[in-house]
């Protein structure tokens, strides 16, 4: 059965090219062309992921991302045109799971597309992890901290994941990205540091003074046995 994604772009001859290319690499895509639409689309309908534009004649993109999120953990890739970085890390910290600017070649969206579902697939055959009080349960992709769900979204999951399976050893951004089989980020964007942050909210005591993720200046990031 074909993947199916959610386009919730407004401007018709690009929906109309994504649609095309992204059938012809053997995806379902069903377009809405307002945020609000889009939102009801994807409570009624079931989507392995979405495409979401951030400006919509009805509603900030942004609204729309923070919508879906709350009661959703469908990847979403946000697409941009606003030039502001800010946006994009906005974006991540609500809970897109990455982002394409604007203008932007069809092959690099369907590379990103492709590694949102490969990361989804590959983690569901990863066996549960615990962690004194935190568990990370890859076949339902979800972390609990005290049998207590953690928010966090697909990509942020698969981020802790792949730190939860090195723990001891510290990794750099360039390693983390490479395991996790996305693309490179443009180099201004910190999104690595961006979900890191989202995820040590959800599964530190205290995010301020982490005892799981621990920084490593100038080196990166290492998982921590903390038991507590």
Do not use: W
Request: include cysteine; hydrophobic fraction near 45%.
């Amino acid at each position: 059965m074909a993947d199916r994604i959610l386009l919730i772009e407004d401007d018709p001859r690009l929906a109309e090219m994504v649609k095309n290319y992204l059938g012809e690499a053997g995806f379902s895509v069903t377009v809405s062309p307002l945020g609000m639409a889009g939102i009801a689309l994807e409570a009624r309908e079931t989507f392995d992921a979405l495409v979401l534009d951030l400006m919509l004649p009805d509603m900030d993109g942004l609204e729309v991302c923070r919508q879906i999120r709350a009661r959703s953990q469908t990847p979403i890739l946000m697409l941009t045109a606003r030039g502001d970085a800010m946006d994009r890390v906005v974006g991540l910290e609500i809970g897109a799971d990455d982002y394409l600017p604007k203008p932007f070649e069809p092959r690099e969206m369907l590379a990103r597309l492709r590694a949102i579902l490969r990361r989804r697939g590959r983690d569901r055959n990863v066996e549960l992890l615990r962690f004194g009080r935190l568990e990370i349960d890859a076949s339902a992709r979800k972390a609990r901290l005290d049998g207590t769900e953690c928010a966090l979204t697909d990509y942020q999951f698969s981020l802790l994941l792949v730190l939860a399976q090195h723990p001891g050893r510290v990794m750099s951004r360039e390693a983390i990205m490479e395991l996790m089989k996305n693309e490179r980020l443009e180099s201004f964007d910190r999104s690595i540091d961006v979900h890191i942050s989202r995820i040590r909210a959800a599964i530190e005591a205290d995010p301020k003074k982490p005892r799981r993720i621990i920084t490593v200046r100038g080196s990166g990031y290492v998982f921590a046995k903390a038991q507590d």
